[in-house]
């Protein structure tokens, strides 16, 4: 029984014009029957303009119907598009926040020995204060750490980046290279 609703109800909708003509011209033609069995008598213009008003009223009804459908219908797929991208935007803040999670783990992870290794150049600078070689690569050792300690938010804007171009393009996003400097 429900089958036979859904078939009937999607039926209408696709043929919703079809059916509006067969009882417009239903209606035509039991007038028009009507209109015959009087035909001895004498009828104006007017009389025939009465007769078949309502005609004319059914199909603006039919053209009303019509164009509601067309607009359910548009609405229903731009409603559908909206919470597309609702999802869409719900799933990049979900990524946003991954990636914020993941990078404050990994510098968080990255600062103690960083922070030990940071003191122990500074020994190093002031045991061998006068010898450059020393200072070099004490240099050096600083250089990295800097680059190591800047990487978590290297990543973090690339991906933020990468997922911003991702929703603002309708292809997929090109994965360049994430921008850290070598020494």
């Not at 509006?20 to 069995?37: G, P």
């Not at 968080?108 to 003191?119: G, H, R, T, W, Y």
């Not at 600078?125 to 050792?141: L, T, V, Y």
């Not at 750490?145 to 292809?171: F, L």
């Amino acid at each position: 029984m429900k089958s036979l609703y859904v078939m009937l109800k999607d039926f209408l909708n696709k043929y919703s014009i079809l059916v509006s003509a067969l009882v417009i011209y239903s209606y035509f033609l039991f007038t028009s029957i009507n209109l015959m069995e009087h035909a001895s008598t004498k009828r104006t213009i007017i009389d025939f303009v009465l007769q078949f008003d309502s005609l004319i009223l059914m199909w603006l009804v039919a053209f009303v119907v019509v164009q509601m459908q067309r607009y359910r219908k548009l609405a229903s797929e731009q409603e559908q598009r909206q919470r597309q991208m609702q999802m869409e935007v719900e799933h990049q803040r979900t990524k946003l926040r991954l990636i914020e999670e993941v990078t404050l783990l990994f510098q968080e992870s990255l600062s103690k020995p960083l922070a030990i290794v940071s003191a122990a150049t500074q020994s190093l600078r002031e045991r061998f204060g006068n010898d450059p070689d020393a200072h070099s690569w004490a240099d050096h050792i600083d250089f990295a750490m800097a680059r190591v300690s800047a990487t978590p938010n290297d990543i973090r804007s690339y991906e933020t980046r990468k997922i911003v171009e991702g929703a603002n393009s309708s292809s997929p996003p090109q994965h360049p290279s994430p921008s850290v400097s070598s020494s």
